[in-house]
DNA sequence: CTTGAATCTACAGTAGCTAGAGGATGTAAA
DNA sequence: TTTACATCCTCTAGCTACTGTAGATTCAAG
């Protein structure tokens, strides 16, 4: 039986986190000692592994809570979990092009600006100029 | 003299954004109309330009901050500005590696999966599985 | 049995917006 | 000129995914 700090140790997820989980209906609410402590065991344990590691590959948590639907109901098919990861593969695709974009711009300014004064910079003209930049109007969230 | 409206298309900035950074002093306080209404000139045109491509560029809004408070004040060192573009760029390097391990694992995802049942389907192991991942328990935040 | 770390609840705050209510203003056609 | 209608105003609340704080309680080790 886990605390919830050795469950938030073993999974690297923040003791509140855990609490957040439970309160948004993530993860259950686990059995309590006596005095009213959590306890978890090796189902929370995973469960809990899965959102974490969903998490790092960037599913949201409304992803995952379909993922885990899919999990906790095995007989549905597969193509659900299937669209869920195509929807973030493109989303992947997306944010890797603008950041490949940053980056090149990025490292422009770092290379141009090699010590003097703003006046004579153009790091700060770089991301003023509009025409140098192929403006999509996009939504630009994560 | 550009009505919010107008400011917003010409920059691809929803009206209600344009008020926020006004509201958090990004922004200054434009001129009004008789009736109340914001006007804008070229200067806030040039600003909002240089926000909005920044925020594409993955700033943060603080980071924005720092760069035009240079930009005000061109008698400071190009330094400053230089830093927090370096800085942006680690970052950056940071989010494209975890987004290409993203990408790989979901590609090997969408081949695994082709039909069949949940059952079957190692999405979900996947995601599950604490072993196949390299656990950094570093910060998965955006 | 005491001490001190860990836990509890409850609430507030973070970034960066976004949406809606309910009303005022600006403009262009009839 | 009137009227219609888009746009604007302020204000408030909501969103995601947490994170932090306060003050009280519980647990485990010595």
Chains 1, 2 share one sequence.
Not at 20 to 44: F, N
Not at 59 to 76: C, Q, T
Not at 90 to 110: C, D, H, I, P, S
Request: include cysteine; charge should be neutral; glycine fraction near 8%.
């Amino acid at each position: 039986m886990l605390t919830i700090g050795n469950l938030a140790k073993k999974t690297g997820t923040k003791v509140q986190t855990i609490r957040y989980y439970e309160q948004i209906g993530l993860m259950p609410e686990p059995g309590r000692t006596e005095g009213g402590q959590r306890r978890y065991g090796d189902a929370e344990l995973d469960r809990l592994s899965f959102i974490r590691h969903s998490r790092q590959l960037g599913f949201s948590l409304d992803a995952i809570r379909e993922l885990l639907d899919l999990s906790d109901h095995p007989e549905k098919s597969c193509d659900e979990a299937d669209a869920i990861a195509r929807r973030q593969l493109r989303q992947v695709e997306q944010r890797m092009a603008r950041l490949k974009a940053l980056r090149t711009e990025l490292k422009r300014m770092v290379h141009e600006c090699s010590g003097g004064r703003t006046a004579d910079c153009r790091v700060l003209e770089v991301l003023r100029d509009h025409s140098e930049c192929l403006t999509e109007h996009d939504d630009i969230g994560a």
